[in-house]
């Protein structure tokens, strides 16, 4: 995991954040998917660095990497 992203279960229920923020991974990748730039990111929230809106999108990538499919019977 990157140092950016940390896991405490006392901040926001365990969800991934970006360190020394209360920002979560979830939040910054729904930003990014509502249109917003990196840029525009960073100026409405000072406190991140372009490093750490990368650090989620890398962290996200990891995380569906590693994710596992199994297939669903459809009951008829």
Do not use: C, H, W
């Amino acid at each position: 995991m990157s140092d950016r992203i940390i896991i405490d279960k006392k901040i926001l229920a365990g969800k991934p954040i970006i360190r020394g923020t209360r920002i979560s991974v979830e939040f910054i990748l729904e930003l990014l998917a509502s249109g917003m730039t990196i840029a525009e990111i960073l100026k409405n929230y000072p406190e991140l660095k372009r490093e750490d809106v990368l650090a989620a999108l890398a962290y996200a990538s990891r995380v569906l990497r590693n994710e596992e499919l199994y297939a669903v019977a459809q009951l008829a």
